[in-house]
């Protein structure tokens, strides 16, 4: 009986601390994102986008006007 719950248990408790540890290093990143241009910039290439001036000044706004926390 016990071969069963100790393992399932295991992958129980793993995938909820994976999730919590992926949460607050989102957070965080996004954060550091907020302050950092360059950063956003680089996110948005990745994605396909090239931001003018205009558009990455907006996309800072918008994202300073966000809560994180």
Known sequence: ?????????TLI??????????VFYLKRQMEKMQSNPEMLAKM????????NKQQMNKVQNMMKNQKFR
């Open 1 to 9: 009986m016990w071969s069963w719950i100790i393992p399932i248990l």
């Open 13 to 22: 408790v793993g995938a909820a601390g994976g999730f919590a540890g992926g």
């Open 44 to 51: 948005a290439k990745q994605m396909g986008y090239n931001l």
